[in-house]
């Protein structure tokens, strides 16, 4: 009964204010995919997605049941989470006491990262509900009937991967452990055999089964779902990969400082006991595989992991409560605050995070649009609460998807011609912007926004700060590349820039208002330093009269980034103060480092150190005074 009474205490913590906050972007993604199957579409065919079909039909379920409402999907979610807690509860319960399971699920379920995924529609929630049932019926004590529940916790082990792809990995951490209990004795050959078998044999079937339906409805399956992980830093070598993984595991450790070495002493603790806890401790070593994983890792990528931390960690904090000393029972309740308290401040300031922002953009989108048009949104959310379609590559934007070339802008280009595109809505906010901006051809990609949609303004939404363009869906769409360089240079910047050319203003300019300059760069791979460019105007006599000092595409488009053979063109307006005399001045540009200062070496297309690393431009720029009145 208190087991039950913390749950539902819990329960009502999840479901406050529980559609307060809507600028998920993830979450928007599913939903909208779920939202599409309601309309007869099919994954994989109909919309882009890498996500697996055991999560996205089961979110198609219950909208079919519920509609496409965000509470009924986000409470879906919930449901799954308090299963996992429930049965890590009688996992603690039958392997120690229930003392040991009622912490589990409270430390389970308070945990930040469980409470994050946990109360919106993503995919963790599903992998784990089924990977703890897994655990639990792979590690239930008592031989009796252990190969059979070992066939269900390879089936459950299975859904899981087809949930996500981590879901496969606590299933390793089983088959650790029965190849441990054999090398120790415990097991003979032919009872590991058969145990791996009605584990491994369900869980492989699972998977091909499922995997070959969808392969013969969409023979991209596999590239759809594999390539878009795999893709992921596939440039990085493998030093840097793990350098990446092993300072994330140092991060994940400095997250929850108390959480984890709780587990790992108890791991130890369990292991010079010779208790149960020696089957969950195999789960720990699993984590290691993210040496192996190119792509990159966050917090929420250890939820697998986090069930078996959950109640390792109980079961140390249970041993000390239960000990006769009272020192021991005073640092297990220190450490138990240690936890609970900074995750539940935690989780009760996201929990008052609401959103108002939102209806005013999909008002917009609504007010703009009908029914029938398609949109291509940064935050594929807006599409579902503005009930508009996207393109088949916008259903599944994504930072990973579009930094590993998976979708690109001539894709994009290609499908919103297809679909007569009538709205693009893009996220330019410099922290935050994770999608468009960082298309390998953004450059090419804007200029296309440029010549056939109109920008009817930039609104925010939260942190994000949306550039919404908008045409007219009786025009023809431009599709050709135009870029027309006034005076072609050749300028090498550093050792993989080059700056193509540039277009100055032919009329004269007037003393007060700000100079137009276009510059066209073309690079042969990604720059080593986010550098930053300045253009100084310079005055007959000498003197700097203004400048105009940003990095490429104010920021959203750096050096560093610069994909080979894009041409990237960029625009930079340079004030000139009302009080400067009229004359012929002269433009210089080149790059710096914004840190320290150091200018970017420059060569003549003939091999030539510029002098200052400062290019003068050809041709002089008229300035004159402004009219009096």
Known sequence: ????????????????????????????????????????????????????????????????????????????????????????????????????????????????????????????????????????????????????????????????????????????????????????????????????????????????????????????????VLGHHLAQGSEQTVGAVAEGKLRLYWEYLGFYPVFVPLALLSACWGWSRRDGRRRWAWQIPVVLVFLALSRGLGQRHFMFLLPALSLLAAWLLADGFQSGRWWMRLMSAAALLAVIVPAVKTDVWRARWRDSDTETIVQIIRERTTPEDTILADDIGLCFYSRRATTYSGAALSHGAITSGQITGELLIEEMVATNTRMVVIDQSLLTANHMVFLRDYPRFHRFLDANYEQIGRFRRDYQELDIWLRDSELPFLTEDHISVDTLDGTRFGETMRLMGYSLPGAPVMAGNPLALMLYWISDAPAENYWSVFVHLVAPDGSLIAQHDKIPYDGLYPPDRWWPSQIVDDSYLVDIPPEAPAGDYRLAIGMYDWQTGDRLALWTPDGRRVDDDRLWLEGAVKVVSPTPP
Not at 19 to 26: E, I, K, M, N, Y
Request: with cysteine; proline share 4%; charged share 15%.
């Open 1 to 224: 009964w208190l087991a039950l009474g913390v749950w539902l205490l819990l329960l009502a913590g999840y479901l406050y204010n529980l559609s307060g906050w809507r600028v998920h972007d993830d979450e928007g993604e599913y939903l909208y995919q779920v939202w599409r199957m309601m309309q007869g579409e099919a994954p994989y065919v109909d919309f882009l997605t890498p996500q697996l079909p055991v999560f996205l039909y089961g979110g198609w379920a219950v909208m079919e049941l519920g509609g496409p409402s965000l509470v009924v999907m986000r409470l879906y979610n919930v449901l799954l989470t308090f299963v996992a807690g429930g049965l890590l509860y009688l996992a603690g319960r039958k392997h120690a006491n229930w003392l040991v399971g009622l912490l589990a699920m409270g430390l389970f379920l308070t945990h930040p990262d469980v409470f994050n995924v946990g109360r919106i529609f993503r995919n963790e929630p599903s992998m784990i509900v089924l990977v703890v049932a897994g655990l639990v019926l792979a590690t239930w004590p008592g031989e009796r009937r252990r190969r059979r529940r070992l066939v269900v916790a390879g089936i459950c082990f299975g859904l899981a991967t087809m949930s996500k792809l981590f879901g496969v990995l606590p299933a390793a951490g089983i088959g650790l452990w029965l190849v441990w209990e054999w090398l120790r004795g415990a097991r003979s050959h032919r009872e590991l055999f058969r145990d791996g078998v009605a584990l491994g044999i369900p869980l492989v079937l699972v998977v091909t089964v499922l995997a070959g339906v969808f392969t013969l409805v969409a023979p991209s399956f596999f590239d759809l």
